[in-house]
Nanobody, 124 residues
Framework: QVQLVESGGGLVQPGGTLRLSCAASRSIVSISTMGWYRQAPGKQRELVAT???????NYADSVKGRFTISRDNANNAVHLQMNSLKPEDTAVYYC??????????????????WGQGTQVTVSS
């Protein structure tokens, strides 16, 4: 099993910045697809950004040009830099790790692992 712990959420004014971090309890971030998702009140959880093992990134249209996902292999973490924040970015943000074949070789069962979430509130 692997645990994910998010940090960095908080209250910020529109136009502000936040940097979210997600730390994994096992050294498998470098060999896993990582992602950030968010869920606003009354809405379904949606994809924000992903980064693959070869560092290919993908973003939701709503955050392109404003958010950047990055991997920190040395610290077994993934980050989400959020700039030019808007009120509609308000949500609980979740980190996800997908354990595939490479990850299984290290004894972690294949599948998706989620963090507990961190609240981001954009308001004046």
């Amino acid at each position: 099993q692997v645990q994910l712990v998010e940090s960095g959420g908080g209250l910020v004014q529109p136009g502000g910045t936040l940097r979210l971090s997600c730390a994994a309890s096992r050294s498998i971030v470098s060999i896993s697809t990582m992602g950030w998702y968010r869920q606003a009140p009354g809405k379904q959880r949606e994809l924000v950004a992903t980064i693959t093992v070869d560092s290919t990134t993908n973003y939701a249209d709503s955050v392109k040009g404003r958010f950047t996902i990055s991997r920190d292999n040395a610290n077994n973490a993934v980050h989400l830099q959020m700039n030019s924040l808007k009120p509609e970015d308000t949500a609980v943000y979740y980190c996800k790790l997908f354990c595939g074949a490479l990850c299984e070789l290290r004894g972690v069962p294949r599948g998706d692992y989620w963090g507990q979430g961190t609240q981001v509130t954009v308001s004046s």
